[in-house]
Nanobody
Framework: QVQLVESGGGSVQAGGSLRVSCTAS????????VGWFRQAPGQEREGVAT????????WYADSVKGRFTISQDYVKKSLYLQMNSLKPEDTGMYYC?????????????????WGQGTQVTVSS
């Protein structure tokens, strides 16, 4: 069983930056896709970014392209999402997630494991 724990959420003003982290119970390397989702109150959970661990190829939702960067640290077994130029629309609970053994990332990403989430609030 893969366990994921997020941290680093908080409150920032529009235009600011924040980095959220996710620590995994397994090595972040191999035939696996990991990524971030977010959910605002009353709205559906949406995919934000994914990264395929074998080649570090990344995918981003159109709404965050150019502002967010996903990365992994193999040694620390951690996944990160650097968020710059934050907007109030970015407010929500951010969850990290992992597939099983799969190369399906981007819009085909099918998480099998989830973290508990970390809250990100962007004020105007």
């Amino acid at each position: 069983q893969v366990q994921l724990v997020e941290s680093g959420g908080g409150s920032v003003q529009a235009g600011g930056s924040l980095r959220v982290s996710c620590t995994a119970s397994v090595d972040l390397y191999g035939n696996r896709c990991v990524g971030w989702f977010r959910q605002a109150p009353g709205q559906e959970r949406e995919g934000v970014a994914t990264i395929y661990l074998l080649d570090s190829s990344a995918w981003y939702a159109d709404s965050v392209k150019g502002r967010f960067t996903i990365s992994q640290d193999y040694v620390k077994k951690s996944l990160y999402l650097q968020m710059n130029s934050l907007k109030p629309e970015d407010t929500g609970m951010y969850y990290c997630a992992s597939s099983g053994f799969s190369s399906r990332c981007g819009t085909a990403f099918e998480p099998a494991y989830w973290g508990q989430g970390t809250q990100v609030t962007v004020s105007s």
